[in-house]
């Protein structure tokens, strides 16, 4: 029996039966579905059956199954979906594709008008129902209470349909709904005509703004005084795209029958969801991000609607699919480490600049991977769990470098060399910020470009890359990788002419003086490694990773975006002090520098493989002129600013190029830049100390936070 049953549902496209995926009976898909059901039976030879569920994020999982043949579903957790994230982290849609834009579907928060409340701030502790567990409603709430810096944990939570949700209010066992639908929504307005005492809770700009910078396809609607009974003013709040999506194994003849149906009687369908969104609207059709069916691409384009852009929309490329399981990936990270290690034998200006052997290889890998894509052959699918297992080992190691003890030793000079490396890295991140307004683009498209690729370079590229992937910004760790390449190329060959001038024109070999080398001899002694230390160190690392977990919960409490490795760079950070300045215990810095480069090359080498290189294409203007400004200001920075404040003097002028080198790319850049003008010169004691311990210890550790500070400003 159970064979039979799937095998009707896999079927279903070959004939006429469509099941659909709706809602709970006091929404606007139950009421939607239902009306397109009778107009389809009455119309044409279709028929069709209403499947009831929790939302949009089960019914796109009843259509991944072939339970269901359509579904109506919202646009944010479609595109979630689509991306592989959120509930559907790891497990991206396979064969569901868009079919139309429907109506806009309002966040309405229906709340007990008696208890007089002004803001969502005001539900803290109250008796909330935020939708059904695995509905779009839930996820929305979720996002609106992020809004206001606050989770589910503050309220006293509830998972009610809108029909349960409103007996509730009613009958006094909860205080207030999430609802996310066309107003007016059934489950309301019944609430409302029976006299109960409600209101609806508008939401403030900056909490709009948090969620349209924060999420895509959100736009600010307005609920009409009126529309519901005893609400006579306007709600503003944000609305999101209902869509309607099938399998893609639905007939082209279902597909054109059912949009030729929703054409014909569009006016009958708007009064049942309340609003009017333009079928044919260019606008509406874009801001689907999953392909178009390909019966539904033929239909826009034989009714004359050139929003669509079929060769990006439509999933007319029938390329095959290969996944690879976390080991399988890790283990093309390393086939492309080693030829990057290769060709840095074989080519100088790999060497020459400091490409990383990740980079250099990966790079390699994901050019292909990108032609293999482009030509509709083989799309490849990786499980990147390992990569961030990597990440955190990696930055936990940089957390054990912040050693107080040794930036005390290099006197006045590094205190005024690390207040100007974190006056870069903020620098960094305003040009970038104001370049992306002025563009006209995402703010958080710019940020790739900031510090988190020029100071960061390529690990912290590949660290907040997928955290701003998570906040919408699609193509976000490809931008910031690229970004990071260049920024390595740039401040090579920017450094060391600059200093060569600056040496040259201000006669500054007379200021050039031999200084003690000694102040690192005991630093470097503790680097030195033992091979029965290894244990000890793997086990100091994975005491801060476990230990920063808390610290990471604790600080997500604040509503702010923090990195996942945050707490742990914390907690090693306070390891390391703590054994410098009592001796109770030995932190195994060589061994756990040794293990930390590791994970460096493995994560660089699984974020580099990973990179999908057609996102660029339509950002290559932008980028180029956010690069281009990132230059400017490390020119200046460094000429004006550095070699001023460090004295004017020619070890001014090698920490002037050394700047550019980590400015732009990281601490080896730095070093080379450097060598390279005191090898045709004079040593540089002072500069060839300053630079290592704030552009290893330090700047990885102020660039994160600083990185952190504006994502959660601009979100």
């Known amino acids: 029996m159970f064979a039979l049953l799937v095998s009707g549902c896999a079927k279903q496209s070959e004939n006429n039966n469509i099941h659909i995926g709706t809602g709970g009976t006091g929404g606007t898909y139950f009421a939607y579905g239902n009306a397109l059901k009778d107009i389809a039976e009455q119309e044409s030879d279709i028929e069709m059956s209403i499947q009831m569920s929790a939302g949009s994020a089960a019914n796109l999982r009843l259509l991944e199954n072939n339970i269901v043949g359509m579904a109506i579903v919202q646009n944010d957790t479609l595109t979630d979906a689509y991306n592989g994230k959120g509930e559907f982290e790891g497990n991206p849609l396979k064969i569901t594709k868009a079919v139309a834009g429907l109506y806009t579907e309002s966040y309405q928060i229906v709340v007990n008008k008696k208890l007089k409340l002004n803001s969502v701030e005001d539900l803290a502790g109250l008796r909330v129902s935020v939708g059904e567990e695995g509905s779009g409603v839930l996820k929305n709430a979720k996002n609106i209470l992020r809004a206001y810096g606050m989770t589910v944990d503050d309220i006293d939570v509830r998972y009610l349909s809108f029909e349960d949700a409103a007996n509730a209010l009613k009958n006094g066992e909860i205080d207030a709904f999430f609802v996310t639908a066309s107003a007016p929504t059934k489950a309301i307005s019944d609430l409302a005509d029976s006299n109960v005492p409600i209101d609806i809770l508008s939401l403030d700009e900056r909490a709009i703004r948090f969620l349209q910078n924060s999420y895509n396809g959100y736009s600010v609607t307005t609920i009409k005084k009126g529309t519901y009974k005893g609400i006579n003013k306007d709600i503003t709040t944000v609305g999101v795209m209902a869509v309607l999506v099938a399998n893609n ?82 283990a093309v990270a390393v086939l492309a480490l080693f030829i990057g290690v290769l060709l840095k034998e074989r080519i100088k200006f790999l060497t020459t600049f400091c490409i990383p052997a990740p980079v250099v290889g990966g790079m390699i890998f994901a050019i292909i991977f990108c032609a293999l894509y482009a030509l509709g052959i083989l799309e490849i699918n990786f499980d990147e769990t390992l990569r961030n297992v990597c990440m955190v080992m990696f930055f936990t190691s940089v957390g054990f470098q912040a050693n107080m003890k040794v930036l005390k030793s290099g006197g006045k000079g590094t205190f005024i060399f690390l207040a100007l ?288 500070f504006f994502i959660n400003f601009l979100g």
């Open 421 to 708: 490396v974190l006056v870069l890295i903020i620098s960094q991140n305003f040009v970038a910020v104001g370049l992306s307004k002025l563009l006209g683009i995402n703010p958080l498209i710019g940020m790739c470009t900031g510090s988190i690729s020029m100071i960061g370079g390529h690990g912290t590229a590949g660290a907040f890359g997928p955290l701003l992937e998570d906040m919408n910004v699609d193509g976000a760790t490809t931008l910031a990788t690229a970004a990071a390449t260049f920024g390595l190329v740039a401040g090579s060959l920017m450094g060391g002419p600059l200093a060569n001038g600056l040496i040259k024109k201000k006669n500054l070999m007379d200021t050039a003086v031999y200084e003690d080398d000694s102040m690192l001899v005991e630093e470097e002694i503790k680097h030195r490694r033992e091979v029965s230390m290894y244990a000890p160190a793997v086990y100091q690392l994975t005491l801060a990773m476990g230990i920063g977990t808390v610290i990471s919960f604790v600080l997500s409490k604040t509503g702010m975006t923090f990195p996942i490795y945050i707490g742990s760079m914390i907690v090693a950070a306070v390891m390391r002090n703590i054994s410098e300045y009592t001796d109770g215990f030995r932190i195994h810095m060589g061994e756990i520098n040794d293990l930390g480069s590791i994970c460096l090359s493995l994560f660089l080498g699984v974020a580099m493989i990973t990179l999908k290189l057609w996102q660029l294409t339509a950002l290559a203007l932008p980028l180029f002129i956010l690069l281009a400004g990132q230059v400017v200001l490390m020119y200046i920075f460094a000429r004006f600013i550095v070699f001023k404040c460090m004295r004017s003097d020619y070890d001014a002028a090698v920490l002037a190029a050394g700047t550019c080198g980590f400015g732009m790319g990281a601490t080896p850049n730095a070093m080379a830049n450097m060598q390279a003008v005191t090898e045709k010169y004079l040593p540089s004691v002072k500069a060839f100390l300053l630079v290592p311990i704030v552009g290893s210890m330090f700047a990885d550790f102020l660039n994160s936070l600083t990185i952190t």
């Open 249 to 330: 194994n639905m007939s082209s003849s279902n597909i054109e029958t059912v949009l030729n149906l929703i054409k014909a009687h569009q006016d009958s369908f708007n009064k049942i969801s309340g609003n009017t969104v333009d079928f044919f609207d260019e606008a509406t059709l874009n801001s689907i991000v999953v392909p178009f069916h390909k019966a539904a691409s033929e239909w826009y384009s034989a009714n004359g609607i050139t929003g669509l852009k079929a060769e990006v929309k439509a999933d007319n490329v029938s390329r095959k699919t290969l996944n690879l399981d976390m080991y399988q990936t890790v």
